[in-house]
């Protein structure tokens, strides 16, 4: 089992932006689905973006444009960039893996392992 840790999160302005990292241990990362998630108060989890096992993108639309997947520059890593934030953007943020199928590649119960989060905060 893979284990995930992100960094990278902080207070931020609105308009500013943040490069949030995980760093996979454990196991490799190649082969398998590569995610991000969030869970703002009183909100459940939500898919935020992905990087499938073939390269591929996927984003939620409310970060389409701003946000970037890819993968790290250290070996077992991938980020997650962040441009042009807005309040609405302040949650924790997940890192995750698993082996969904492409139809569930934004389902979070199709992730088995999971970082601790980190606390994402946009606000003047």
């Known amino acids: 089992q893979v284990q995930l840790v992100e960094s990278g999160g902080g207070l931020v302005q609105p308009g500013d932006s943040l490069r949030l990292s995980c760093a996979a241990s454990g196991s490799t990362l190649s082969g398998i689905n590569k995610g991000w998630f969030r869970q703002a108060p009183g909100k459940e989890r939500e898919f935020v973006a992905t990087?499938?096992?073939?390269?591929?993108?996927y984003y939620a639309p409310s970060v389409k444009g701003r946000f970037t997947i890819s993968r790290g520059n250290a070996v077992n890593t991938f980020d997650l960039q962040m441009d042009a934030l807005r309040p609405e953007d302040t949650a924790v943020y997940y890192c995750a893996t698993g082996r969904a199928i492409l139809s569930s590649i934004r389902d979070p119960n199709m992730y088995s392992s999971w970082g601790q989060g980190t606390q994402v905060t946009v606000s003047s």
């Open positions: 990087i499938s096992k073939t390269g591929h993108t």
